[in-house]
């Protein structure tokens, strides 16, 4: 699917983000490795939403929709041994399951999307795995899919285990969903740096929001998870996206207008710094209650970024700094080569296809800005990434010819109505099969 994606200097009106991505992954997850039955209101329609959602059925959990979201009968800490599972191109979805897997005799991963998925490493979540008594084996380098995990009782012990942090915090995260269930104390140590410490948080959120007990170090490097421990089933809702509203936010700084997104919250999301970010570059925003509002348009200035810090947020935050006077450099950024694509090298070879002049260095992106705009009039390939996407889609609105993005289907991700409410605040924008 392509999109093409007219000039468009004016975006006006109000319009609800999708909701948490992450918090429904992480509320669905929860609700299933709970005895019992639980509600997930509002949860994400997105794919790796659906791919959680598919490989917890498998595993034996009952979901059904009902008037708001989902119910969920939880298989507890028995799921169904000898599946295979594919999540789909969802990496926090397969390394979260991954940890659970050790609580069966045997799960087998795999993915249909060897071209991204089935690229990104895992070797540090298996031998932290191993060192709870699982055995692991990968077909590929780097603990890369197909991944067969062989757990369950007899095998699975306590004790202290450690995990690298330098690749992705998804890795100490999956090991914090299965601690509780290992029937044994527990102690997490973090090695190395540690990435996204804000997703991190939200984990720990939703953990003792489920009955879950953990003592962690300020600095998130130690977790305490002590035995006897059981998930209690619950109502669980789900606050908006601010990765999706983000890059809302992010399109209505580069145009004139009135823009209100409402449901969002200040929660564990670090990507909420996105508002602050936007604001230091020069964009009137405002934030009251829960709603986030851009009035008119001012002059943009680059800034410098830990993205760190709002990680789904930084490609978004880009594309504003494209438009913005000056340099923008977004730095301790490393972990996004290991995502959907490479968001640093990839994404500044797309940028640079619209004319967008920027640098990388092995933890930074650097943006240059030309608030004049661009001139479009060429097809630029999405990289397949979800984030690439809309980032593109942000600097179309600011080119003086329409800009044609391939393989957009991507989009839906993690933000499937992108394009729609777009279009409900001005943006004319033409979907077409390739």
């Excluded at 490609?315 to 000056?326: H, I, Q, V």
Aim: charged fraction near 25%; include cysteine; charge should be negative.
């Amino acid at each position: 699917m392509r999109a093409t994606v007219h000039p468009c200097p004016r975006l006006e009106g109000r319009v609800e983000p999708p909701s948490s991505k992450n918090y429904t992954s992480r509320f669905l997850l929860v609700s299933a490795l709970a005895e019992g039955v639980s509600r997930v209101l509002r949860p994400a329609t997105s794919d790796d939403a659906e791919a959680m959602i598919r490989c917890l059925r498998q595993w034996g959990a009952g979901i059904r929709e009902v008037e708001g979201g989902l119910e969920i009968r939880g298989f507890g800490r028995s799921p169904r041994s000898g599946q295979t599972l594919d999540p789909g191109n969802a990496g926090a979805v397969v390394r979260f399951l991954m940890g659970v897997a050790a609580t069966a005799r045997e799960t087998r991963f795999t993915t249909s999307h060897l071209d991204s998925l089935g690229k990104r490493p895992h070797a540090d979540l298996l031998r932290a795995l191993e060192q709870l008594g699982c055995i692991t084996e990968s077909e590929g380098e780097e603990g890369r899919l197909p991944i067969v995990i062989r757990g369950g009782e007899g095998r699975l012990r306590g004790g202290r285990v450690e995990v690298s942090g330098e690749v992705s915090s998804q890795y100490l995260s999956a090991l914090l969903f299965l601690a509780p269930l290992i029937g044994e104390d527990v102690e997490i140590v973090v090695t190395g740096d540690l990435k996204s410490k804000p997703a991190v948080r939200t984990t720990l959120e939703v953990l003792r929001g489920a009955g879950v007990e953990i003592a962690s170090t300020d600095d998130l490097m130690s977790h305490r998870v002590a035995g006897g421990q059981s998930y209690r089933a619950g109502e669980f809702t789900v606050n908006g996206d601010w990765p999706g509203a983000s890059a809302l936010l992010a399109a209505a700084a580069v145009t004139e207008g009135s823009v209100e997104i409402p449901q969002l919250h200040r929660d564990q999301q670090g990507e909420q710094r996105a508002f602050d970010v936007l604001r230091s570059m020069g964009a009137q925003v405002t934030w009251e209650a829960t709603t986030v509002k851009k009035s008119g348009i001012s002059a943009l200035r680059g800034v410098e970024f830990d993205g760190d810090q709002a990680t789904d947020a930084v490609l978004a935050l880009a594309a504003t700094a494209a438009l913005a006077e000056g340099t923008t450099r977004f730095f301790n950024v490393e972990n996004l080569r290991h995502k959907e694509c490479d968001r640093i090298s990839d994404f500044l070879a797309a940028l640079r296809e619209v004319g967008v002049q920027g640098e990388e260095r092995r933890d930074e992106l650097i943006i240059h800005g030309h608030p004049e705009g661009y001139q479009g009039g060429v097809n630029v390939w999405g990289r397949g990434d979800h984030r690439v996407i809309m980032a593109l889609s942000i600097i179309a609105l600011r080119c003086r010819e329409p800009l044609t993005i391939t393989g957009v289907e991507h989009v839906a991700k993690s933000y499937p109505a992108f394009f729609d409410d777009l279009r409900g605040l001005g943006a004319r924008i033409d979907e077409n099969p390739e």
